[in-house]
């Protein structure tokens, strides 16, 4: 089992910065891929970025990339999205996600294997 805590959401004004982060706890969770998803009011949940084990390949939407950066400290369990020039758009609830099958496979929903309960983005114009 492993259980992913997010935290990091809130108000931010277009055009700026906020970092989220997500712990995870499990005595393998470093064995996982990890990576954000989110959910836009009315909207289904969509893939924003992916990170390997290591962390030595990350995958983004093509929506955010140049403005989001996914790391990951493993000695700390934790995950971060770091989110730069926000958008009206960028409006969500962010989702923590771990997947064993690979970063590269997060893009679908269908192989993930533990979900965070999510943290509210709300970007004003």
């Known amino acids: 089992q492993v259980q992913l805590v997010e935290s990091g959401g809130g108000l931010v004004q277009a055009g700026g910065s906020l970092r989220l982060s997500c712990a995870a706890s499990?005595?393998?969770?470093?064995?996982?891929?990890m990576g954000w998803f989110r959910q836009a009011p009315g909207k289904d949940r969509e893939f924003v970025t992916a990170?390997?084990?290591?962390?030595?390949?990350?995958y983004y939407a093509d929506s955010v990339k140049g403005r989001f950066t996914i790391s990951r400290d493993n000695a700390k369990n934790t995950v971060y999205l770091q989110m730069n020039s926000l958008e009206p758009e960028d409006t969500a609830v962010y989702y923590c996600?771990?997947?064993?099958?690979?970063?590269?496979?997060?893009?679908?929903?269908?192989?993930?294997?533990?979900w965070g309960k999510g943290t509210l983005v709300t970007v004003s114009s």
């Open positions: 499990g005595r393998t969770s470093s064995s996982y891929a």
């Open positions: 996600a771990a997947a064993l099958s690979g970063a590269q496979a997060m893009g679908s929903m269908r192989r993930i294997d533990y």
């Open positions: 990170i390997s084990r290591s962390g030595g390949s990350t």
